[in-house]
T-cell receptor
Framework: QKEVEQDPGPLSVPEGAIVSLNCTYSNSAFQYFMWYRQYSRKGPELLMYTYSSGNKEDGRFTAQVDKSSKYISLFIRDSQPSDSATYLCAMSSNAGNMLTFGGGTRLMVKP | GAVVSQHPSRVICKSGTSVKIECRSLDFQATTMFWYRQFPKQSLMLMATSNEGSKATYEQGVEKDKFLINHASLTLSTLTVTSAHPEDSSFYIC???????????FGEGSWLTVV
């Protein structure tokens, strides 16, 4: 079993839909949780960063962490075709340390 | 936000030659840099962790003599693929973390094609 599980998709939604992306993990030591967006043939771009449990909102993006369930989510409101990319969850036990990645979910937002 | 730059973005080399990829933190000092490779439609695979001024720590299965990593300064780490073979063709990505920061920032990546 992988330390971090993420549905590879592809997830196809119409423009304007609310998108929910999720990861589960098994290592209870993880405290720092990140979501990265990766466009094809580009390096990952940090979208959201959260520490421990709770919610964090930034524009159309909301990140949720439920440490009791070892489950994290990224919600995208009013999805746009430009949101079409692969979304990677990542987590670590210490700040700035090695990240453990999920496999990535490919999202396609259709006009 | 913090910027990490990789160069070159694309490189084609002949089998048997060596190629160097640079990773620079442009506006912060990076005490730790990470090197990843990524095959098409797959997630990032950590190759090694590089701390400034010390030897890199390689992940299991990564040949340290083939993938030479140097982190000579707080803003520059290099990955040299020695005696490259076609199976080394991949997307190589570096990331860096600030000495006092919590976040890891990624470079744009470098496409290596070995012919």
């Amino acid at each position: 079993q992988k330390e971090v599980e993420q549905d590879p998709g592809p997830l196809s939604v119409p423009e304007g839909a609310i998108v929910s992306l999720n990861c589960t993990y098994s290592n209870s030591a993880f405290q720092y949780f990140m979501w990265y967006r990766q466009y094809s043939r580009k390096g990952p771009e940090l979208l959201m960063y959260t520490y421990s449990s709770g919610n964090k909102e930034d524009g159309r993006f909301t990140a949720q962490v439920d440490k009791s369930s070892k489950y994290i989510s990224l919600f995208i409101r009013d999805s746009q075709p430009s949101d079409s990319a692969t979304y990677l969850c990542a987590m670590s036990s210490n700040a700035g340390n090695m990240l453990t990645f999920g496999g990535g979910t490919r999202l396609m937002v259709k006009p | 936000g913090a910027v990490v730059s990789q160069h070159p973005s694309r490189v084609i080399c002949k089998s048997g030659t060596s190629v160097k990829i640079e990773c620079r933190s442009l506006d912060f000092q990076a005490t730790t840099m990470f090197w990843y490779r990524q095959f098409p439609k797959q997630s990032l695979m950590l190759m090694a962790t590089s701390n400034e001024g010390s030897k890199a720590t390689y992940e299991q299965g990564v040949e340290k003599d083939k993938f030479l990593i140097n982190h000579a300064s707080l803003t520059l780490s290099t990955l040299t693929v020695t005696s490259a073979h076609p199976e080394d063709s991949s997307f190589y990505i570096c990331s860096a973390t600030q000495s006092s920061g919590n976040t890891i920032y990624f470079g744009e990546g470098s496409w290596l094609t070995v012919v």
